[in-house]
């Protein structure tokens, strides 16, 4: 048997928890006009409309909301992009998720059959860590999945770089 060794110092407690750094949600924000945080809670909630674990993005409708932005905790990357395809999909939600490029994912397959675009990113991303410093050591790339409400249009894939999106 083969067991995978993470190449992360961060503890599996606060894997979960890294932020969105402020300057790259501001210049997807520009774009996008962002009216909710899917997946924040009252200390970082990037939006004044949010889903906490409480409140759960995954129990209710983003429906009427305005366009949502999220960065969904990486242990449950396949159940929110599969919530927000259908979102979607059914109510015409306009969805940005900011998640790490595992191009050899089935999830990230399964978004780009769904999906209108990604932005994949060159450079990785410096996340801001629950405590509110620098998270270090991200060992990944990222890239930006965007669902345009009920827009047809099949995926386009790009690169961005990172120093464009993080001014």
């Not at 809670?41 to 909301?65: M, Q």
């Not at 890239?143 to 894939?157: E, F, N, Q």
């Amino acid at each position: 048997m083969t067991h995978f060794v993470s190449k992360s110092d961060t503890p599996v407690s606060e894997k979960d928890l890294w932020r969105t750094p402020l300057s790259l949600f501001n210049s997807l924000d520009n774009e996008f006009d962002f009216k909710l945080d899917v997946c924040a809670d009252h200390d970082n909630a990037l939006c004044g409309k949010f889903f906490s674990i409480e409140n759960s993005a995954l129990e209710n409708s983003w429906a009427t909301l305005g366009a949502a932005f999220m960065n969904p905790p990486y242990s449950m990357t396949k159940e929110f992009l599969g919530e927000a395809a259908r979102q979607a999909s059914e109510h015409g939600v306009t969805v940005v998720a900011l998640v790490n490029a595992n191009t050899d994912t089935k999830w990230f397959a399964d978004a780009a059959k769904t999906a209108n675009e990604i932005r994949l990113i060159s450079g990785r991303i410096s996340f801001v860590s629950s405590s509110g410093g620098a998270a270090s050591g991200n060992t990944k790339g990222q890239c930006i999945i965007i669902w345009r409400g009920k827009c047809k249009s099949p995926c386009l894939i790009t690169m961005v770089d990172r120093s464009e999106l993080c001014k």
